[in-house]
């Protein structure tokens, strides 16, 4: 339960850190916006280090998944837009992608 709480936080500090850059240079908002999406991304970093994963590789991958759930919950909640039912598809494909990622059985 760990990594998945872990997971979620990267993927709203991500998201909050990249959207910061996207109002600054895609809305031509101020320059200002960019320290606290620096701040977002360097946690963002740090989180993804405290997932209990021997590979930094599986734990990116397995990373992802949540991140396209993430996203779709941003789109809705802080760009106002109403996913799909082809986002919302694509996302629990991507889920599943990540518990088989995370819960598949590994060998010792």
Do not use: Q
């Not at 600054?24 to 620096?38: A, F, I």
């Not at 701040?39 to 590979?55: G, M, N, R, S, Y």
Request: hydrophobic share 65%.
């Amino acid at each position: 339960m760990r990594i998945w709480i872990i997971y979620v936080a990267a993927a709203f500090t991500e998201l909050a850190g990249c959207f910061a850059f996207w109002v600054w240079l895609r809305n031509g908002r101020s320059m200002l916006w960019v320290t606290p999406g620096v701040l977002a991304l360097v946690t963002f970093a740090w989180l993804l280090t405290l997932v209990p994963i021997e590979a930094a590789g599986r734990a990116y991958a397995a990373y992802g998944g949540i991140y396209v759930a993430a996203s779709l919950l941003w789109l809705r909640f802080v760009e106002g837009v109403v996913p799909d039912r082809w986002d919302l598809s694509g996302a629990a494909i991507c889920i599943l992608g990540a518990a088989v990622i995370l819960l598949g059985p590994r060998a010792a």
